[in-house]
């Protein structure tokens, strides 16, 4: 009887050893799945910008960097191979992707203003939509043509030969498997976490590289549970802008 009861205490915590290990191995996949699409997404958006002289590209309502661009891709609700997205964190946080559509015409003139050159007025009409939660990090970096790393998108159009134009975009992410994400949320930790991620890598390292050193490292929130700790996973993505830049 003794024996038969140690048989049944061991196979339960194999089953339950089993169970954590589905559970974690079930958070990870979301985690991935979210950020291929999210990944995806905002490759096929970049790789479609249109870059002209008299447009403004990957800055915001105030001319500073960001992820904000004409693209030729219709928006929800357009009829028209062009929009204006921006992909941005919210407080949540979550990946918002914002759109706004444009129309022939003359059935629908457009009101946005082109004329600005170093910003993009107009971002604040677009229809946001969440793409995935538990997004805590999310950058965008520019290659330049001999491989430096920048924060700002640069491109000479009188001088399209420029080594010092932009060639290539890095994407980054950091992101919270669900399990993760909801025990952060439960206990109220994520702004803690949004603070230990917060920092700058150095002028050769990508983000992602930079939040890979950094949660690899003993010290890395330490007033965070193993549970969120542990549930962090980084993205990268990598790839050139689309030629004939010099229009």
């Keep these: 009887m003794v024996v038969l009861s140690l048989i049944v205490l061991v196979l339960a915590h194999m089953l339950s050893m089993a169970s954590e290990s589905w559970k974690a191995g079930t958070a990870r996949a979301d985690a991935m799945s979210q950020a291929r699409v999210v990944l995806n997404l905002l490759q096929r958006d970049i790789q479609s910008v249109v870059l002209r002289r008299d447009l403004a590209a990957f800055v915001d ?32 946080p979550s990946l918002v992707r914002s759109d706004h559509s444009f129309s022939f015409p003359p059935e629908s003139q457009t009101t946005m203003d082109f004329e600005d050159v170093s910003r993009l007025k107009d971002l604040s009409s677009g229809s946001p939509q969440s793409l995935a939660s538990g997004v805590v990090g999310f950058r965008l970096q520019f290659v330049s043509a001999i491989g430096t790393l920048e924060q700002a998108f640069h491109f000479d159009y009188d001088k399209p030969d420029a080594l010092s134009n932009t060639r290539g975009v890095i994407l980054s992410l950091i992101v919270l498997d669900s399990a993760a994400y909801a025990e952060a949320r439960r206990i109220d930790a994520l702004g803690a976490l949004l603070t230990a991620l917060d920092g700058t890598p150095v002028s050769t390292q990508s983000y992602a590289e930079y939040w890979n050193q950094l949660i ?11 549970k969120v700790r542990s549930g962090l996973r980084v993205f990268e993505s990598r ?7 010099a229009n």
Excluded at 63 to 89: E, H, I, M, W
Excluded at 239 to 245: D, N, R, V
């Design 61 to 92: 309502e105030t001319g500073n960097p960001a992820c904000a661009f004409y693209t030729r891709f219709p928006a929800v609700g357009g009829d028209r191979k062009l929009s204006l997205v921006q992909y941005f964190l919210n407080e949540e």
């Design 216 to 226: 690899s490292s003993p010290a890395f929130g330490e007033n965070l549970p193993k």
């Design 239 to 245: 790839f050139p802008l689309p030629g004939g830049l």
